[in-house]
């Protein structure tokens, strides 16, 4: 099953690619640059998601940086 | 090149016209012929302590177009109960569901039956299921059978449908307790920590088995602690200001022959005070009835019979709340009747002082009764009917 | 300028009422119950205040700097470097809440209606509709909330009526039982969703006309705190003391809804509100994470990025939590000072740093 999810991803990105991309002309370097980057990074990051479901995530960065403030709350 | 695009455009358009065919409820596609729609649950504990589920279910076969008589004839009923039995009420229901050929939906129940055998252990831990599974609804209404809850589904009425719908519109009527299964998750949550239910009975006659809503089961601390009859609901319900429909029947002083009232309506109120220490509940209920049926030869017209018989029916009030009371409040020590809320919200700062000794000070609690009722219309008559103009009493 | 589309003051109202209304219907009569019981009909009055100090707020630093977002005014008021720095853990927040924000429209209905529908189905159709809004731009998304919210209220209205015959006027007794301090604990965690009116930044630089913008935000906060304080009043006189144990607590009041044996079975009306707000909220993060994306990196346009972006929302709505109790949890204890950091705390230093700017240039002249 993973497999078949990690070409779900791979197909998702590769249609939004052939979509954005022609729009882009030339001169919109940055863009292009930008765009590549997004895509890949999230396809790697799904991609990690798919094996490792339980990887730490953003929640734990943030429950670490705030934990002192959040033990206020719990009740 | 924009040819091209104007060809993708058309295709997206077109794809996006053909997904929703797809969407039809995604993986949770249920069609009705798929399901078992149960109308009632039954509640009941084996001898080995596991929990027994009956589940009435609308037969798919009696549904449709065909006429009733045929029914009847083949032996067709409307509904069928199942039961199962697990330790949980969901594990029940999975055996439950083994012997169903549809899959269980209880999206439609209206009536949750708990047997004796169940409640006397308690009922806060079952109920917890109607809350949180995603299908029962929190208006389904709750019952107490003085026996089997199974055998209370299993009555074929010959009026309704199914017992879960008379159930159910019995408890409409008021002519006992109505309880949701929200209500029943407030009064468990309640600080005064007592639980009543309606009691529903097997009426047994020659031309065959009805239900009858007839009584109250008391809890107290989740735990069954007696049993009230129909007279003392009656006055539970005027404490509770739960009373809709009445009909009250009293003979006047010196006279043989009766005089019916219609309730039209009733409003009660709560009044508590705290008194040097000295906790005391005033009931104030007041009332209005019309005159609907007149034996005796008075004159309903009369302000002054009519006074009299207000200040009787004042008295039949106290006296069916008294009675009440000195069951309940002195004998079964549990309050049913929403004193602890009053307290708590007329008297915040003494209630959190005085909250956990609540089980002590309720049976102390001195209790008034206010009745006043007025007679606002004497009905379609005047003075008695079928009584010469000169023959009409006067006292 | 990359965003073209401009919007009235009464669309941006439009835009920002779901934004906070949204997921706060069905979340903050628990929340507030938990904490404030029979007082939690106050709690979001309290919390409104919230709601009015980052509007104004958000309107003074505007104020500053009239045709930028705070994305590049940020740089402008602590310098490029820390500017880029906020700007990167701005957007970290926006997707994260975004991300949560999804999770929870996902979590509802996968709990009360598609229960064995992968919740990867739900949120990423909605990322997508969402998607193609935010790819119109901010007019378009204006324009479909001002044809979403007469609905969205109309619906709550209905389910509000149908309510009455229930409700219990006692359960409201005794008021502030144990003083004021209950129902201000409530309002801790909801004035969280009233410091959401932040995103206003994104916006004010694209209104039409300059004025009353003051005027419309605020009404915006207090449409989105009566609908609240409503929302916990019914919650409260229906339910009474065991609100907060609920999961939805307006999801189980209009199941219970009953007219003449006639009218049930209406939480559909429920879902048709949910599905509607949360559609514009996420739409409005989403924009404010495209356009702060865009202006971080300095790109001419913001919609090649929109799809990627949406890849990535909808990775992060997976990643958030684990499960339901796990995301509560961060809702309810870290997720308050969190948002109350980035919301308000950002914008009250970049405020007090540019006007201590202003004064130093006033002074050397």
């Known amino acids: 099953m993973k497999w078949a999810m990690v070409l779900g991803i791979v197909v998702i990105a590769v249609l939004i690619t052939l979509y954005e991309w022609p729009k882009m002309n030339k001169n919109q370097k940055k863009e292009r640059k930008a765009f590549a980057v997004l895509t890949m990074g999230s396809v790697v990051l799904a991609v990690l998601l798919v094996y490792f479901p339980d990887m730490p995530g953003p929640t734990q960065l943030v429950d670490s940086l705030f934990k002192p403030f959040g033990k206020l709350l719990e009740k | 090149m924009k040819l091209l695009q104007n060809k993708g455009k058309q295709l997206l358009t077109i794809t996006l016209c053909v997904i929703p065919i797809f969407l039809s409820g995604c993986w949770d596609r249920s069609e009705v012929n798929d399901l078992a729609l149960i109308v009632g649950m039954g509640l009941d504990r084996t001898d080995e302590g596991d929990i027994e589920l009956s589940a009435q279910i609308v037969n798919p076969k009696a549904m449709g177009g065909q006429g009733s008589s045929e029914n009847s004839q083949s032996g067709g009923q409307p509904v069928t109960v199942k039961t199962g039995t ?94 949701t299964t929200k209500d029943l998750l407030q009064q468990l949550a309640s600080e005064s920590g007592a639980t009543a239910l309606p009691r529903i009975l097997v009426d047994k006659s020659d031309s065959g088995e009805e239900l009858r809503v007839n009584g109250t089961a008391v809890f107290k601390h989740n735990q069954l602690i007696g049993q009230i009859d129909d007279a003392l609901t009656r006055g539970l319900l005027w404490v509770t200001d739960e009373i809709e429909t009445a009909s009250v029947t009293l003979q006047p002083k010196d006279a043989k022959d009766y005089i019916s009232f219609k309730l039209l309506r009733s409003s009660t109120e709560l009044i508590p005070t705290i008194k040097n220490g000295k906790w005391k509940m005033t009931i104030t209920i007041t009332s209005e009835d019309d005159v609907v049926e007149n034996e005796t030869k008075l004159d309903m017209m009369d302000p002054k019979i009519i006074d009299k018989l207000q200040k009787q029916l004042n008295k039949r009030i106290r006296k069916r709340i008294k009675m009440v009371l000195d069951d309940v409040q002195e004998g079964m020590e549990a309050d049913v009747f929403g004193f602890a809320d009053a307290f708590h919200r007329k008297y915040p700062k003494q209630w959190k002082k005085a909250e956990d000794k609540w089980d002590e000070t309720f049976p102390e609690i001195e209790v008034a009764i206010k009745s006043d009722v007025k007679i606002r219309r004497p009905g379609r008559s005047g003075g008695p009917q079928g009584v010469p103009q000169d023959k009409e009493a006067t006292e | 300028m990359m965003e073209r589309g401009k919007i009235s003051g009464l669309q941006m109202a439009i835009l920002l009422y779901p934004t906070i209304i949204a997921t706060a219907i069905l979340l903050v009569p628990a929340i507030s119950g938990k904490f404030a019981e029979q007082d939690m009909w106050l709690s979001p009055i309290w919390a409104s205040l919230a709601g009015f100090l980052t509007v104004y707020i958000a309107l003074l630093l505007h104020n500053h700097y009239p045709e930028l977002t705070i994305m590049q005014y940020s740089g402008k008021i602590i310098g490029f470097i820390p500017g880029k720095i906020v700007g990167l853990g ?270 130093a240039a006033e002074n050397d002249n």
């Open chain 3, 90 to 359: 701005l957007l970290f927040y926006l997707l994260h809440t975004n991300g949560v924000v999804l999770r929870e429209y996902g979590e509802f209905v996968v709990g009360n209606f598609l229960p064995s529908t992968p919740i990867i189905v739900i949120t990423g159709s909605m990322a997508f509709v969402c998607a193609l809004s935010v790819r119109g731009g901010l007019e378009v998304m204006a324009r479909s909330a001002q044809i979403f919210i007469p609905v969205f209220m109309t619906l709550f209205l209905v389910i509000i009526l149908l309510l009455f015959p229930e409700l219990r006027p006692a359960n409201i007794f005794p008021v502030m039982d144990d003083g004021i301090t209950p129902s201000i604990k409530g309002a801790i965690v909801p004035s969280q969703w009233f410091t959401e009116f932040f995103l206003i930044i994104f916006m004010l630089p694209y209104l039409r006309t300059k004025e009353k913008r003051m005027t419309w935000g605020m009404l915006s906060v207090v449409a989105v705190m009566i609908t609240l304080v409503i929302t916990n009043l019914f919650s409260l006189l229906l339910f009474g003391d065991i609100t907060s144990k609920f999961t939805y607590p307006v999801m189980s009041a209009a199941r219970y809804i009953d007219v003449a044996d006639f009218l049930q079975h209406v939480e559909s009306i429920v879902m048709a509100i949910w599905v509607v707000g949360v559609f514009i909220k996420v739409s409005v993060f989403y924009y404010a994470i495209v356009i702060g994306t865009a202006q971080w990196l300095h790109l001419s346009d913001y919609r090649p990025i929109v799809f990627p972006i949406g890849l990535l929302l909808i990775i992060f709505s997976t990643w958030v939590a684990a499960s339901l109790q796990e995301l509560s949890h961060f809702l309810s204890t870290v997720w308050p000072f969190y948002a109350l950091v980035f919301q308000l705390v950002l914008p009250v230093l970049l405020l007090l740093v540019a006007m201590m700017r202003k004064k």
């Open chain 2, 86 to 179: 697990g330790k949980t009420i969901f594990d029940a229901r999975s055996k439950l569901q083994e012997k169903v050929s549809r899959r269980l939906f209880e999206g439609h129940n209206r009536i949750v039956v708990i047997g004796k055998a169940l409640a006397e252990r308690g009922i806060r831990q079952h109920i917890d299921f109607f809350a949180r599974f995603p299908n029962p609804r929190l208006r389904a209404n709750v019952f107490f059978a003085d026996g089997k809850a199974s055998e209370i589904l299993k009555i074929m009425p010959n009026f309704e449908q199914d017992s879960a719908e008379v159930a159910r519109e019995l408890a409409e009527l008021r002519i006992g307790m109505k309880v």
